[in-house]
């Protein structure tokens, strides 16, 4: 059987999600331990002693699967970690490149019930082959030809916020947000003349890619 024993640690918050990841591994020969948050995870760790551990990036209020990802890293480097995301790219979920681990890996949410995926993910992980399960660095992945800061305005102008509102909290003035935007347009080829609104049409872009940010 694919898991052939190996231990794995489940931490997500949402039961149902949790449930599902426990069936499937349990019943291709993993062995499995769910925690729905950091303190609980931590004591899972010293009592379970995984081989790798699954992380929701977001649990609800107190430390994320970020967080706990970064201690794993410091503290039990033998680990494999990899990330549990709705998000096709690591910048929507707030992240860059500093806050991923080394190693880390990624699994999309929504193919988790493909047993295939999930266990190339977990074994590439475990094999110090992450780069397999990058979903987040894909060249073909939505929003890919924006950089960090244009995928930074476009989120805030899918929360609602207006130009004047994401100048004050970017701290530029209003006419560098309408500059940023209007790279954007043209990175997502969004026509800027017809009967379209383009910063419309680049938020449903946003949206289409990543689900609707929560307000600020």
Do not use: C
């Not at 062995?31 to 609980?40: G, Q, R, S, T």
């Amino acid at each position: 059987m694919p898991g052939m024993g190996r231990r794995v640690l489940v931490v997500e918050d949402e039961s149902l999600m949790s449930s599902l990841l426990s069936d499937v591994l349990t019943a291709s020969g993993f062995e499995v331990e769910v925690a729905n948050n950091v303190l609980d995870a931590r004591e899972a760790v010293r009592a379970f002693d995984p081989d790798v551990a699954l992380l929701d990036i977001s649990l609800g209020g107190g430390p994320s699967g970020l967080d706990l990802a970064m201690v794993l890293h410091a503290s039990r480097p033998d680990i494999a970690l990899i990330f549990l995301t709705k998000h096709p790219d690591r910048r929507t979920a707030g992240l860059d490149g500093a806050d991923v681990p080394p190693g880390a890996g990624f699994l999309r949410k929504d193919m988790v019930t493909d047993t295939a995926y999930l266990f190339e993910a977990i074994e590439s992980v475990l094999a110090e082959r992450s780069d397999r399960v990058r979903h987040d660095l894909a060249p073909d992945r939505p929003l890919a030809r924006l950089t960090a800061t244009q995928v930074d305005v476009l989120h805030m102008a899918a929360q609602g916020l207006t130009n004047a509102a994401i100048a004050r909290e970017r701290h530029v003035s209003e006419r560098s947000v309408e500059m940023i935007l209007h790279s954007v347009f043209q990175a997502l080829g969004v026509p800027t003349h017809g009967d379209v609104n383009p910063r419309v049409e680049a938020i449903r872009h946003y949206i289409n890619a990543a689900g609707m940010p929560a307000r600020p």
